[in-house]
């Protein structure tokens, strides 16, 4: 079974991953890390985050709301510094450019996962 320490071994963002992944499971204690779509993903009960390991430059991660789409969106994130980039009603993502964004992003990205989870 592949693990997500396998999954980013050696990509060469692999030291903005770790510290996202890290990021990711602090923001809620309920979060469990895992793989799905073939790259670390996250669930609280049903998966919501998702890393884009092919992204062309630095790290993206797509939040969803699982598998399957629905009617209603997502909404009512608090986002002030303007991290989503919406991709539907259901998807959004996150881009970091480079390990500095990473460390003055990282708190807004977590308030932004909170409030995800409380979506789901």
């Given at each position: 079974?592949t693990?997500?320490?396998?999954?980013v071994?050696g990509?060469?963002?692999q030291?903005?991953?770790?510290?996202?992944?890290?990021l990711?499971?602090?923001?809620?204690?309920?979060?469990?890390?895992?793989?799905?779509?073939?790259?670390?993903?996250?669930?609280?009960?049903?998966w919501?985050?998702?890393f884009h390991?092919?992204?062309?430059?630095?790290?993206?991660?797509?939040?969803?709301?699982?598998?399957?789409?629905?009617?209603?969106?997502?909404?009512?994130?608090?986002?002030?510094e303007?991290?989503?980039?919406?991709?539907?009603?259901?998807?959004?993502?996150?881009?970091?450019?480079?390990?500095?964004?990473?460390?003055?992003?990282?708190?807004?990205?977590?308030a932004?996962?909170?409030?995800?989870?409380r979506q789901?």
């Open positions: 079974m693990t997500p320490d396998a999954l071994a990509h060469p963002a030291a903005e991953i770790e510290v996202l992944r890290r990711i499971l602090a923001a809620d204690p309920a979060i469990e890390e895992g793989v799905k779509w073939n790259a670390p993903s996250y669930r609280s009960g049903e919501f985050a998702t390991l092919r992204a062309k430059s630095g790290v993206q991660i797509i939040l969803h709301r699982g598998a399957k789409v629905r009617a209603d969106g997502i909404g009512g994130i608090d986002d002030p303007g991290l989503l980039q919406w991709l539907d009603p259901n998807r959004a993502s996150v881009s970091f450019a480079d390990m500095a964004q990473v460390e003055t992003r990282g708190g807004a990205f977590q932004i996962l909170r409030q995800w989870v789901l």
